[in-house]
């Protein structure tokens, strides 16, 4: 390998710049998306009923249909009692819908007074109004309350870029992975010298 580092290094070199103008260019895209990724971010609020069905949670937070489905388990996990809450707070309103909409906002602004695990940066939020027990029965006023969901998602898509060497031979790598299924692109310089796909048989 060493042998043909000291031989080939001129050309290393340039596979090496190649790999960080389009290491570059996949930056520049991923910023220019970033605002569209903070409106995403942004708390919304959404009903009990939403949060348990999966086509609610894939269209109102703009989410995978994987993602959708194992967040509606995450969420039925938490409402069901399974789970407790990381951390607790009080809000003074008149009702259960006022209080979501003075969190959401007190959120979206970034409020210090809030617990800091409700402000905190994550892929989404949820503010939801808990106004049902386990049974679906209507709960008395008294007994209603507004859950948080801090929400990372599973990155379905992704671009990689790097270097391959088969033999003596130098390669630029372009590729690209969506849930399962990667597929990566080799150059000989400007040239399309092969195609790989490949598919990730176990995930965890």
Request: hydrophobic residues 40%; proline residues 2%; charged residues 25%.
């Amino acid at each position: 390998m060493l042998e043909y580092i000291e031989e080939h290094w001129k050309r290393l070199l340039i596979y090496a710049l190649l790999t960080l103008l389009i290491g570059g260019v996949v930056y520049y895209l991923y910023q220019s998306q970033e605002k569209a990724l903070q409106e995403l971010r942004e708390a919304k609020i959404l009903t009990q009923e939403q949060t348990e069905h999966i086509s609610d949670l894939r269209d109102k937070l703009s989410i995978s249909q994987d993602n959708a489905i194992n967040l509606s388990k995450q969420i039925g996990s938490i409402q069901a009692g399974n789970r407790q809450p990381v951390v607790s707070f009080n809000v003074q309103a008149s009702d259960v819908s006022t209080a979501a909409d003075d969190v959401q906002q007190r959120i979206k602004a970034g409020d210090t007074t809030l617990p800091a695990e409700a402000i905190e940066q994550t892929d989404r939020t949820v503010v939801t109004l808990i106004t049902q027990d386990k049974a679906g029965d209507v709960l008395p006023p008294a007994e209603q309350k507004v859950d948080v969901y801090k929400i990372n998602l599973r990155k379905d898509h992704r671009i990689k870029a790097g270097v391959t060497a088969v033999d003596g031979k130098a390669y630029v790598t372009v590729g690209y992975e969506g849930g399962r299924v990667e597929g990566l692109a080799h150059f000989q310089g400007t040239r399309p010298d092969g195609v790989s796909l490949m598919y990730n048989i176990a995930e965890w």
